[in-house]
């Protein structure tokens, strides 16, 4: 049966930083989800690039956005926005990086709201109250929230596993408490980051770049089952099975629902 689905990305959020953030929800969310802190990126660990390979599940090579200036690729592929557009089913998207408009095509989404991460003393809470209320009053079938106060203000702004980032991780991680505990009954829930991130940078094929933390959230998954292996490039296919769409030939990722 056909369910809904939140995918929450905390841009350059660390395994070792949810681990290590001192936010007590975080032993909660291992217990309730099916789970990974050994998740991989993919090279150019870069937020565009690895956004586009969140939602088109092919590898930087293949859609060819490899910098965090978009270029439209040579040889498109289908995403998820627009599969789910194909099968009817309603999208919205709250975002705080501008670019990032660029992982869905014109007239796949019901609803897109950005807030620039500077505006507000704490923009990841505000899109996630944009987000709820847009849930509440209207049910849409999948939402995309990005968060990019750990990346930003920071990793950029601060380093990455300071305490300042390490705040800015708790903060996110209450943001997903928030989304849960409201719509966690209606929706499967999906938490991942796009990349890590070391001293004041990412963008490198170490650890510290390419190790993410993924968490799966619903009733499809396995309360408390560690993965032992997963990319970014299973997410679409896995929205895909919860919500039961066909997925495109060329994509490369696998559902990761057993």
């Not at 709820?132 to 920071?154: A, H, Q, R």
């Amino acid at each position: 049966m056909s369910k809904k689905a939140i995918l929450i990305s905390i841009d350059g959020m660390r395994p070792d930083g949810l681990l290590g953030c001192g936010n007590p929800y975080v032993e909660e969310l291992l217990s309730i989800s099916t789970h990974t802190m050994n998740g991989r990126s993919c090279i150019p660990s870069v937020t565009l690039p690895c956004h586009m390979s969140i939602f088109l599940s092919v590898p930087p090579e293949r859609h060819g956005i490899m910098t965090n200036t978009y270029i439209p690729p040579v040889r498109p592929v289908t995403g998820l926005f627009e599969v789910l557009k194909s099968a009817g089913k309603r999208s919205a998207m709250f975002y705080g990086w501008e670019d990032l408009r660029e992982v869905s095509r014109s007239g796949s989404l019901e609803k897109a709201d950005f807030v620039e991460a500077y505006s507000e003393e704490h923009s990841d809470a505000v899109l996630t109250d944009l987000a709820l209320d847009y849930i509440k009053k209207k049910s849409p079938d999948f939402v995309f929230l990005y968060m990019v106060e750990t990346d930003e203000k920071g990793g950029h702004d601060a380093g990455w596993m300071t305490d300042t980032y390490l705040n800015y991780v708790s903060l996110a991680v209450d943001n997903v408490k928030r989304v849960i505990e409201e719509a966690g009954d209606e929706y499967t829930v999906i938490v991942t980051a796009d990349h890590g991130g070391h001293a004041r940078g990412h963008g490198a094929d170490i650890p510290e770049d390419m190790t993410i933390p993924m968490l799966f959230i619903g009733e499809d998954f396995e309360k408390g089952r560690v993965l032992s292996e997963a990319s970014l490039l299973d997410i679409a296919p896995t929205v895909a099975e919860i919500m039961n769409v066909p997925t495109p030939r060329e994509w490369e990722g696998k559902s990761i629902i057993r």
